[in-house]
């Protein structure tokens, strides 16, 4: 199937990070066969979003629909977000409709499975189950209507991802800083169970491991002449005197469709890393080497995706090599000299934590209780129960011996009557 990378630009407002397009090259279209209708959706990037699978082949199969193509390819930016192009859905295709409806299916069962694992782990936790967190897990569809994708689905596809991806970074530095600030908690915590010469060992060697896992060579600033030249002679083996920035562009576009996508980009500084990361090593934190990569794209990004669809064009590319900032000399500020967060916000975070831990240990207490009444409740039960039991067979006793002393009675009645009248 022919696509163009323009029609992503407009879907990227969606930020689908789905290739609906290549660039077109030059080529003998006599030689290329005719495409097969086929509606297995061909693996794309994955964008991050919990709903990821489900955007990804609904974006698929509506591509697949010749009218919704032609109207994505002339519909602006602005107009798909106003919902302009969701009612298209409307003209598409049958067996894409059906599709569709089938995906939304299987979307909304996961979500509901998700849902309630969520609630049976919080709740066997004795947390408060957050209801309006978990239903936000519904907003990129419409779950009132569980069995088929209607133009309002589409709507909230689009307008949950546009949201979603456009704050996905903020979100990602959010959660990195409560990692960070989660890992020095326990630490302190650690060191508070320590007798005095333990813990000062302790504290010499954490700060050996900092000073050991800074002292590293020099970091280049990512997308700067510097380093990509070094990837260009160490990673493609060439002399870094021929370096030419089209070349590099076209033997670092993966998939060869004339842009860097995220993932593209983060591949490229794999050689910085590995001068302050080594897996090996006590002092290197490999999920803060991820968000040291993360942080180089975004920087990246930030600087030559000039027209925000998170793609790099050549075009786009190929003119942030005539910048000043294309040959910034200055080394990159890595993690260590940018702490994601203060002691102010360390401490608002330990008594965060403390609360939880306080409202946790008030649930436990009351479980406890509440543990302790049924047990208290079900010995009465158990009581009352024998009560009735011995109560019972006192009864039966009475009646039985009751009976015996009638049957005696009766016995002697008898052998008056034959002895008188015999």
């Given at each position: 199937?022919?696509?163009?990378?323009?029609?992503?630009a407009c879907?990227?407002?969606l930020c689908?990070?789905?290739?609906l397009?290549?660039?077109?090259?030059?080529?003998?279209?006599?030689?290329?066969?005719?495409p097969?209708?086929?509606l297995?959706?061909?693996?794309?990037?994955?964008?991050?979003?919990?709903?990821?699978?489900?955007l990804r082949?609904v974006?698929?199969?509506?591509e697949k629909d010749p009218?919704?193509?032609?109207?994505?390819?002339?519909t602006?930016?602005e107009?798909?977000?106003?919902?302009?192009?969701a009612?298209?859905?409307?003209?598409?295709?049958h067996h894409?409709?059906?599709?569709?409806?089938?995906?939304k299916r299987?979307?909304?069962?996961r979500?509901?499975i998700?849902i309630?694992?969520?609630?049976?782990?919080?709740g066997g936790?004795g947390m408060?189950?957050?209801h309006?967190?978990?239903?936000k897990?519904?907003?990129?569809?419409n779950h009132?209507?569980p069995h088929t994708?209607?133009?309002?689905d589409?709507?909230?596809?689009?307008?949950?991802?546009?949201h979603?991806?456009?704050?996905?970074?903020?979100?990602?530095?959010?959660?990195?800083?409560?990692y960070?600030?989660?890992?020095e908690?326990?630490r302190?915590e650690?060191l508070?169970?320590?007798?005095?010469?333990?813990?000062?060992?302790?504290?010499?060697?954490?700060?050996?491991?900092?000073?050991?896992?800074?002292?590293?060579?020099?970091?280049?600033?990512?997308?700067?002449?510097?380093?990509?030249k070094?990837?260009?002679?160490?990673?493609?083996?060439l002399?870094?005197?021929?370096?030419?920035p089209k070349?590099?562009?076209?033997?670092?576009?993966?998939n060869?469709?004339?842009?860097?996508?995220?993932?593209?980009?983060e591949?490229l500084?794999?050689?910085?890393?590995?001068?302050?990361?080594?897996p090996?090593?006590?002092?290197?934190?490999m999920?803060?080497?991820?968000?040291?990569?993360?942080?180089?794209?975004?920087?990246?990004?930030?600087?030559v995706?000039?027209?925000k669809?998170?793609?790099?064009?050549?075009?786009?590319?190929?003119?942030?090599?005539?910048?000043?900032?294309?040959?910034?000399?200055?080394?990159?500020?890595t993690?260590?000299?940018?702490?994601v967060?203060?002691e102010?916000?360390?401490?608002?975070?330990e008594?965060?934590?403390a609360?939880?831990?306080?409202?946790?240990?008030?649930?436990?207490d009351?479980?406890q209780?509440?543990?302790?009444e049924?047990?208290?409740q079900?010995?009465?039960?158990?009581?009352q129960k024998?009560?009735?039991?011995?109560?019972?067979?006192a009864?039966?006793?009475?009646?039985?011996?009751?009976?015996?002393?009638?049957?005696?009675?009766?016995?002697?009645?008898?052998?008056?009557?034959?002895?008188?009248?015999?």
């Amino acid at each position: 199937m022919w696509r163009n990378p323009n029609i992503t630009a407009c879907f990227l407002a969606l930020c689908l990070w789905v290739r609906l397009g290549a660039v077109p090259v030059a080529v003998d279209k006599t030689k290329i066969s005719p495409p097969e209708e086929n509606l297995e959706p061909p693996r794309t990037a994955d964008t991050g979003l919990h709903y990821d699978r489900y955007l990804r082949e609904v974006v698929d199969f509506l591509e697949k629909d010749p009218h919704f193509r032609e109207k994505l390819r002339n519909t602006d930016m602005e107009d798909i977000k106003q919902g302009k192009l969701a009612k298209e859905l409307n003209f598409v295709s049958h067996h894409v409709r059906t599709k569709l409806d089938e995906l939304k299916r299987q979307e909304v069962n996961r979500l509901r499975i998700l849902i309630k694992t969520k609630q049976d782990i919080e709740g066997g936790q004795g947390m408060t189950v957050d209801h309006q967190a978990l239903l936000k897990h519904f907003e990129h569809l419409n779950h009132m209507n569980p069995h088929t994708f209607e133009v309002d689905d589409l709507d909230r596809l689009i307008k949950s991802a546009t949201h979603d991806l456009e704050n996905y970074d903020q979100e990602r530095h959010e959660e990195f800083k409560k990692y960070e600030m989660k890992k020095e908690h326990e630490r302190r915590e650690r060191l508070k169970t320590l007798d005095e010469e333990t813990r000062k060992k302790e504290e010499k060697h954490y700060e050996e491991m900092k000073k050991k896992h800074a002292d590293h060579p020099k970091i280049n600033h990512p997308g700067s002449q510097d380093q990509l030249k070094e990837v260009w002679e160490e990673a493609d083996g060439l002399d870094p005197d021929d370096f030419d920035p089209k070349t590099f562009f076209s033997l670092h576009d993966s998939n060869g469709d004339g842009y860097f996508d995220e993932q593209e980009l983060e591949a490229l500084f794999t050689k910085e890393l590995e001068k302050i990361y080594d897996p090996t090593q006590e002092e290197d934190d490999m999920v803060e080497m991820e968000e040291e990569r993360l942080r180089m794209r975004e920087h990246v990004m930030n600087e030559v995706d000039t027209n925000k669809d998170r793609l790099v064009s050549l075009e786009e590319f190929m003119i942030a090599t005539t910048r000043n900032e294309f040959k910034e000399q200055d080394a990159w500020e890595t993690l260590e000299q940018n702490p994601v967060y203060t002691e102010e916000e360390m401490r608002e975070f330990e008594e965060h934590l403390a609360r939880e831990e306080k409202d946790l240990k008030q649930k436990t207490d009351d479980l406890q209780k509440q543990k302790e009444e049924l047990q208290r409740q079900q010995q009465q039960l158990e009581t009352q129960k024998l009560e009735l039991q011995q109560g019972s067979v006192a009864v039966v006793s009475s009646v039985l011996l009751a009976k015996m002393s009638l049957m005696h009675t009766n016995r002697k009645l008898l052998l008056f009557y034959y002895f008188f009248f015999s």
